[in-house]
């Protein structure tokens, strides 16, 4: 593995820097700070992307990519996680996770239908995945779909489902055998959510970021929008989850960036040696969470499956970000909880944020429990308890 880009990548690197100088307005980032979802100026930002063939930039050109090495969706990805530009780790889901499973189990009439309109940036798609009884034991979810003569009627719910009240379709795994060992059971459909039926209702979380429950009330879904073949959801799920677990750290190296530059203007936080030490392990951390991503990108690049590996990414870098919320707290003390928007909040509240935002990313896309277990049972060949 060379640890080091070449011209062509530095030189692009370098073009995504200098597009996002431009076009990370304070508007796009009060969208995205906001924790509404996106609004106009995010879906006017996404379709530039598209436009230039970002959100994509690894899909084949005839679906609207750039075709090319993975390392390049990982330099965009960080580069936008740095600017701040979008209010996600899972960046875009259609792009990231929908978009290609479909190229790899869809139909072609599925392909051309969705893979364009992705990769421009002109719709976008939520996780519908977790239920109240259904998290980490992802198999258990228990909506349902019967099958009727040319289509499938759903009911039940979805919790924490938070792309639901601005996308336009839902990347849905139903229950479509219940008499079948769980995880054999299970299939994954493309929901139009403007279908008759379906409910969005808000939830919020700590960090005042809108998340939604889903309820379906006997939705129709036409036979052609199942995802590949039918009770082998639980397979492509998984798979998916496999895309959404590459974790960039732009926006923790900003941050740590932020507060070094706090630090050396504060005399006794400069010269505090516990600091120092707290300050330069987050920043090793930092470069070590970086070369997990890049490795991924290179196992991509060779074709090689890269399950363990993506697990062992997602754990370090979540716990990566509680670790320095609260190294930054620490840091800080009391001032540091201040919030954003207050008088004397060092980092504009930037570290108070970060304790509230990073709650969730041992959770979400996976919790770190299970991520041990994948790295033991698949990494490691270690028997399952």
């Known amino acids: 593995m060379n640890f080091s880009f070449s011209k062509e990548e530095e030189a692009f690197r370098q073009q995504v820097r200098d597009f996002l100088s431009k076009e990370v307005t304070p508007q796009l980032l009060e969208e995205t ?35 090319l090495p993975p390392i390049y969706r990982f330099i965009i990805h960080e580069e ?32 051309k239908e969705y893979l364009p ?16 009884e259904a998290g980490s034991d992802l198999a258990s979810l228990q909506i349902r779909a019967e099958e009727k003569e040319d289509h499938y009627l759903l009911n039940g719910q979805k919790v924490y489902n938070t792309r639901c009240h601005f996308a336009q379709y839902h990347w849905l795994a139903v229950r479509t055998d219940p008499n079948v060992p769980k995880h054999r059971g299970i299939s994954l459909f493309i929901v139009d959510l403007n279908s008759s039926g379906i409910t969005v209702s808000p ?20 036979k052609q929008n199942l995802v590949g073949e039918k009770n082998k959801g639980f397979l492509y799920t998984v798979t998916a989850l496999e895309f959404e677990r ?67 990414s997602k754990l370090f870098t979540s716990e990566l970000s509680q670790r320095m919320a609260s190294a930054g707290m620490d840091i800080l003390g009391l ?24 709650l969730l990313n041992t959770i979400a896309g996976g919790t770190s429990e299970v991520m041990r277990n994948i790295i033991a049972a698949r990494g490691l060949e270690l028997p399952r308890g």
């Open 203 to 222: 939830l919020w979380t700590v960090e005042g970021m809108r998340t939604n429950e889903v309820f379906y009330d006997n939705v129709v879904v036409p």
């Open 33 to 67: 700070e906001s924790g509404l979802g996106w609004g106009p100026h995010t879906w006017e930002f996404i379709r530039k992307l598209g436009a230039k063939g970002w959100l994509t930039p690894t899909w084949p050109k005839e679906y609207g990519g750039l075709a």
């Open 117 to 132: 309109r992705i990769a421009r940036g002109e719709i976008e798609f939520a996780l519908g995945y977790t239920e109240p």
């Open 80 to 111: 936008l996680n740095y600017f701040g530009a979008l209010p996600s780790e899972a960046l875009v889901v259609g792009a990231g996770v929908a978009g290609p499973t479909i190229m790899l189990v869809g139909s072609e009439e599925q392909k």
């Open 335 to 358: 001032r540091g909880l201040l919030q954003r928007n207050v008088n004397g909040a060092p980092l504009d509240g930037k570290i108070e944020y970060l304790c509230r935002e990073t």
């Open 246 to 312: 590459v974790l960039s750290v732009g926006g923790l190296k900003k941050t740590l960036e932020v507060l070094v530059d706090y630090v050396k203007k504060v005399p006794s936080l400069r010269d505090n040696s516990l600091v120092r030490q707290k300050i330069s392990q987050i920043a090793i951390d930092i470069e070590v969470a970086r070369l997990f991503a890049y490795r991924l990108a290179w196992l991509q690049t060779k074709r090689v499956v890269a399950s363990y590996e993506a697990a062992a």
